[in-house]
Antibody, heavy 119, light 107 residues
Framework: QVQLQESGPGLVKPSDTLSLTCAVSGYSISSSNYWGWIRQPPGEGLQWIGYIYYSGTTYYNPSLQSRVTMSVDTSKNQFSLRLNSVTAVDTAVYYC????????????WGQGTMVTVSS | DIQMTQSPSTLSASVGDSVTITCRASQSISTWLAWYQQKAGKAPKLLIYKASSLESGVPSRFSGSGSGTEFTLTISGLQPDDFATYYCQQYDGYSGTFGQGTKVEIK
């Protein structure tokens, strides 16, 4: 059974860097899928952050591109998100997810982790 | 950027009703469209991908259609478990914009 689990600090100070990791179990991260991050501010809709392939190829949301970095660690079967220079508007539940096939729809999601940006 | 516009924002319906949610893309996305269901405090659940393909395990009362810029999700015979928020997502060209969501509530 494929499972994804996000981890990282729940509180980040303004102007600092938000760092999250998604551990994948029951499935190889080196398979033909992309791995993505999505966020949801409290009471709002979903925002696509980006995708990464096991080779390191990345695609980012243009509105976040200047602040986002995704990476993958195939030896640990996990991938990561870094978002720098955070402000209160980055407060959200952050989800990691797997795409169907080489890119596209997300078929398996983590449970999500709440990150609050506050001093 | 491709923008996705969902309508309506809220939909009131009764158990047994058939309902339709519409999603419009700002440019053609072929059939690169997915639909998700989200309940409060939970991660979204994939219902439909490639506009009309039903995800494994999803009841057949859910169906999707459309291509190009206009898409619909239909729930035929609402069940109590279907009251939730629904999102469309385009995934053309390695991007992934979501619609703003449609809340299906009990009339």
């Amino acid at each position: 059974q494929v499972q994804l689990q996000e981890s990282g600090p729940g509180l980040v100070k303004p102007s600092d860097t938000l760092s999250l990791t998604c551990a994948v179990s029951g499935y190889s991260i080196s398979s033909s899928n992309y791995w993505g991050w999505i966020r949801q501010p409290p009471g709002e809709g979903l925002q696509w952050i980006g995708y990464i392939y096991y080779s390191g190829t990345t695609y980012y949301n243009p509105s976040l591109q200047s602040r986002v970095t995704m990476s993958v660690d195939t030896s640990k079967n996990q991938f990561s998100l870094r978002l720098n220079s955070v402000t209160a508007v980055d407060t959200a539940v952050y989800y990691c997810a797997r795409t169907i096939g080489s890119h596209g729809a997300f078929d398996i999601w983590g449970q999500g982790t709440m990150v609050t940006v506050s001093s | 950027d491709i923008q996705m516009t969902q309508s309506p924002s809220t939909l009131s319906a009764s158990v047994g009703d058939s309902v339709t949610i519409t999603c419009r893309a700002s440019q053609s996305i072929s059939t690169w469209l997915a639909w998700y269901q989200q309940k409060a405090g939970k991660a979204p659940k994939l219902l439909i991908y490639k506009a009309s393909s039903l995800e494994s395990g999803v009841p057949s009362r859910f169906s999707g259609s459309g291509s190009g810029t206009e898409f619909t999700l239909t729930i035929s015979g609402l069940q109590p478990d279907d009251f939730a928020t629904y999102y469309c997502q385009q995934y053309d060209g390695y991007s992934g914009t979501f619609g703003q969501g449609t809340k299906v509530e009990i009339k």
